[in-house]
């Protein structure tokens, strides 16, 4: 599905995550000043916590979701799972985690990224909604089977009806690692790593889009849509700490269950 636009906001949406109301919210159209301009949902970035609210608002409303319905976690790059079975109290500290679900109509899945994998789920079966961030760390801990594994034990999901999606994220052309990731990718992914490592000249790179949609696969899922969207080649859309040098904001997900 392209780019939509509304209340002056832009996000992207995909094709095949049905019974979900979702979007990857891109840095445009909201309240942020340089360098988090302008939809920044980063509250540690350095930003004004009143604009990084004010945009939050402004997504949720955009997507016809209460504001209140938010459940988000603290991001820590593990594979730990968060279950959600009512909005999180705004007096609460946050769980640390990076994979959250639930099944309840009136939750609002929130995370936020800079260049990191979003992964999107749906099991329109069981009726269960997921999120996932998954940077290099997560990517090579298997944070993708995690979420498969964690969806199938909780609500009994089969991984043949998990709708899977992987949104804007730092491409293979311009992650370039060092010793110490494709150490962890060859220890993670076998066989496998050598096709995950590109070579860039003399330089390695690491294929987040291709690993993690390898975990998937492998989990038994059959319906994964890419967005084959590189953050740091379109940073006039998307926050990309690497290419922006860490002076940047975060893009927002959101994701619940169409009522």
Not at 65 to 81: L, M, Y
Request: proline residues 5%; glycine residues 8%; charged residues 20%.
């Amino acid at each position: 599905m392209p780019f939509i636009e509304k209340n002056g906001l832009k996000y992207y949406q995909f094709d095949s995550l049905p019974g979900t109301v979702h979007a990857v919210f891109t840095r445009r159209g909201g309240v942020s000043t340089e360098p988090w301009s302008s939809l920044n949902f980063g509250g540690s970035v350095g930003d004004d916590p009143a604009n990084v609210r004010a945009n939050r608002i402004r997504a949720f409303e955009t997507l016809g979701r209460d504001p209140a319905s938010v459940f988000d976690v603290w991001q820590v790059h593990g594979k730990k799972v968060s279950f959600a079975l009512r909005p999180r109290d705004p007096e609460s500290h946050e769980d640390k985690a990076d994979i959250i679900f639930t099944d309840q109509a009136d939750v609002t899945l929130y995370m936020r990224f800079a260049d990191c994998t979003p992964l999107l789920f749906s099991d329109p079966v069981k009726k269960v909604v997921g999120l996932a961030h998954a940077g290099w760390q997560g990517t090579v801990k298997n944070i993708a089977s995690a979420a498969i594994s964690a969806m199938h034990e909780r609500y009994g999901s089969n991984p043949v009806d998990v709708c899977a999606a992987i949104g804007p994220a730092i491409g293979p052309d311009h992650y370039e690692v060092g010793q110490n990731v494709i150490d962890a990718v060859y220890e993670s992914f076998g066989d496998y790593a050598e096709m995950l490592l590109p070579r860039v000249g003399e330089r390695r790179h690491f294929d987040l889009w291709a690993a993690n949609r390898l975990q998937l696969q492998q989990a038994g899922v059959l319906n994964i849509e890419m967005s084959n969207l590189c953050t740091a080649c379109h940073t006039d859309d998307w926050f990309s700490h690497r290419q922006e040098r860490g002076r940047t904001g975060r893009f927002g997900v959101l994701m619940g269950l169409k009522v």
